[in-house]
């Protein structure tokens, strides 16, 4: 039924490919079936000014596609002269996340920016980027740590994310553009390795769902992220 | 326990002043207790360059917040030359929760444009924005129907949106300032009337939640939303 | 002969609601006829950067337009990302205006801004922005003086404003749209209680105006700003 | 008593070279003492969208300062990505001045835009820039005649404009810089050969003035368009 | 003498694989060294609107460094609004250097956008931009040319770019980033298979240097460009 | 067979006005046949963030074309919001032209800022730009000089620039506009008093060229800038 012919509860093949990148001080490229992105974890030593003389870092997300990561070439964000309101969003939703799983405390007073570069668009780009980002996180980390700078591990569990949706009437996991294009409804979950929630967004796009359609998707999203939080310690162990 | 005495499941007062301003096909002020907002719908006889030929219609959101609506004064963002990624999120959400209670076939060829301004902010502004909204849109379609630009009603629904969240530890309906700046977790339910969903926004902010919270936070809302579907009722009858 | 049917120098009614907003330290809403202005003043303990150190404040205003004051809806300014010119010409009318009746000294190293946004328009929103912005100061102020942090009142006099045009060979006192639209000179006087001017901005539309021209318009003035002092006068009392 | 020892209403000298540059179909280099502005005239068989079909023209205005036109460098409104409040103040004064002026069904479906770029700055920029765009206008609309492609003549009357201020209580024409930054009250008239107003700008900066001290700086401005006016014509015979 | 002991006229190991992104019409990603850019070429049947109506086509090309791509992270020009002066003058130059090698009357009224993204920078990145958009370009044509839609081969020759410099007063081949930090001199040639020239951009950066300077990077260029030729064919056979 | 009539190695005329502004430290307006650029020299006793307290200064230029120094009008890039790509381009090679000719230790923390503002255009605005700068950084250098706020002269050559280019086959002299839009290769040269380079950028435009073409160019460019050291030269004498 599905257009990919996989099962409702069944996810993409995903890899993380660690190093993908020689600068940053932690960086992956995370294929979600054709879906790829470019997460990359910098570490500076200086926070934002709000945050000054707290003792305390921060976390925070950007989020880009690359002009012809989609089907038919998109215009340059910065050729056009601002961000779009789809990119915001997602980029205050990949902070968001991943600041759920940090000690700001132990961070210490740095900031470890998080850019998600989209290099191929499949569907799920937002939920591919937060679950990279975790990744790259990880790695930059575990490099501080390696080099005295923290002592204390500031990342207190795994995140990860994953969208799901209502197609043809059927909840199903991880849709893919052509699903993504044609479904009732559609939810990206962000959820913390322990079955707990961080964030949930489940928008009606043709028609409206009720609670159980909720709860549905929820448990689908719960199966997506398991796998995602195995492939995640895979990859950076 | 609420810093306002009021019980969990309790919602500040509603009220709906129509007619708040005379140039708009619709309008109506909505009061959430403190929080105040002012609904314009403009009705226009043009649509979107990728609708035309369609025979179908557009409805779409803005949202802005008056620089003195808060307890500090925030920039202007005209004068700052750009929305933030927070106004633009809401302005999205505004027009996705309308359209999802449009026929845009019924619209016709015609775009209705919802004007949300803050006059006045207590907590609750994006969801008081799109409970006001549909007082708007509902009146301007009045009175298209009643001019024989429409023929059949195109607004099959009522829609509303009410903020739940987790403060300290117990599920409590309609945040307002003082709880939502502490809330564990802050979700925003936009509910169509018969209790089909529009959509979910539900963030943890200081703890995560659970499957269970997640729908105590959404029984909540079934029962603010009942309340406002009935205020809308009264306002436009 | 005017189309309201008022005698040429009949103002319309003025009422100013005080205290229309609660988290500013100085509020009212103007209506002058159909023109309605919510006027905000917001006190901040910090200074422009070029008035450091000199030990006095500074007084700015704001002007703005919602989208749908007036009979058809006009685009955002903060969506479009910048400001017309004729926003940034009246948000400094505004601020002159409102200078001109202030000791800097008394202030002390402050700001206070004006914002006047229009809810309603229907000719004269930069002139009632002016009159209802000189109450929201005097409410400020007077809370300042309250608390102590002001010993001796910087604001020294009343000033008011009201625009008068020639309409259809006449000289007339406050020109609402209709006449606004279809007037031969359109000016707009910033009066000082006393007699004493402000500022003069007077501008021949359809036809020049000579000397003996100018001078109607002015005393017509005088006429309306004595009764806008009486009005700020019992708001403020 | 006047920095430059001029008498209170004496102007400073006024040379008007004409054809300063080539391409411009109206060119002139306006010296009103040290301030000198070069006015272009651009005619374009094009008009703005919103007159289109209407049988009429259209005139405008365009100002800019030179970065070091000043005392001191100010940054460039083009590396900035904005035009000041104030360029765009005075380019819609330069505009409807020399529309005050011209009728544009004679002028036909064409658009003269008049750019007025300031070189040296030393007081009253704004009205240099109407007497020489006036100037550039007439060369410009000669040019059009001479081609056969304007039948009758468009312009109706000469404009031209000038400062005047109360200086050390004292009304003088004509303010140059040490003047301008230290008066009292500064007014730009902007008149129409045979006496009729087209614009004052009148402005109370350290002391308000009253009904007399308008008119004395009326009546100065008289005599200093007049002055105007004959070097106008004496460039464009 | 070279900081990676490579001779002076000594290129890094080139490689260039296709296909990289599934969506474009050609793509590759091209690596010199350490520095890798994904070229894109998109083909859209529309052609920008000076060019109409006169039965040619259009290339152009857009460049830009992913922030983590260097030692320390660049702001997204996208989150400042405006792409740098840098960016700009990258993207002039490939597009100028790909439409010399291009009859445009044959290519037919249809753009190819080459979108160069820097995903790693060491030294040279927009020379490699250029020599990838060549083959990016090259598979693009192909593509159009086996679907019919073009019947003569519009690509007349092969492009291929490379960064010489004077290094510790030696002439050295290809740059990387520590000797493009340090060099005495800074060059970028653009030629063409055959011996000719399409661009030259030489620049002195600690020294000056001389007629028989520019001729010896002339002549290293040469060198290294018949190697890119040779990569450039072998990736698109 | 130039249109002009010119040898292939003639010059136009060139002329420097020095003292062109008054409030500049330095200023001329030089012509180059029809072209003409008012250059001014800007010190300023500040320097960019990046160099402070490294005992240096800075030279910096910026390029702006008057809207009608060309044939038809351009469009006011400060109007547009944004500085074109070739606006960009060309004050960075102002900036490092003359910046190759500066001992900035010498300079001393301040910078100077060569503001290159063009009142008509037929080819080569760049080129004159900077040899116009020159002259006006000389000017400045020198009164700073004199009033002993530098002791060593921090100018140790002289820095002129021309175009030439490759004319219907045959290399020639400094292009004006009718050649520079029909050339087959337009080149810039930079130069320095003693036949050293600074810079170089030879584009082909419609035919490419070989090693022997930029040789033959590059001599003609020293016969050029000969003639440029020597105006400058008396200009500043």
Known sequence: MRPSGRAPDEMRPITIETGFTKHAEGSCLISCGDTRVLCTASVEERIPPWLRGKGEGWVTGEYSM????????G?????RGKQSGRTQE???????????????KKLGERQI???????????GTRTASISGAWVALRLAVNSLMKDGLITHDPIEKQVAAISCGIYKGTPVLDLDYPEDSDADADANFVLIEGG????????????TYDEEGLLRLLRLAKIGCDGIFEAQMKATQ
């Open 75 to 79: 215009s340059r964000e910065a050729a």
């Open 90 to 104: 997602i980029q205050r939703l990949i902070g968001r996340s991943l600041r759920a799983v940090v000690d700001m």
């Open 66 to 73: 690359l002009p012809r990561a989609t089907h038919t070439r």
């Open 196 to 207: 707990q929630i961080a964030e949930v967004q489940a928008t009606a796009e043709g028609a």
């Open 113 to 123: 920016t998080l850019d998600c570069d989209v290099i191929q668009a499949d569907g």
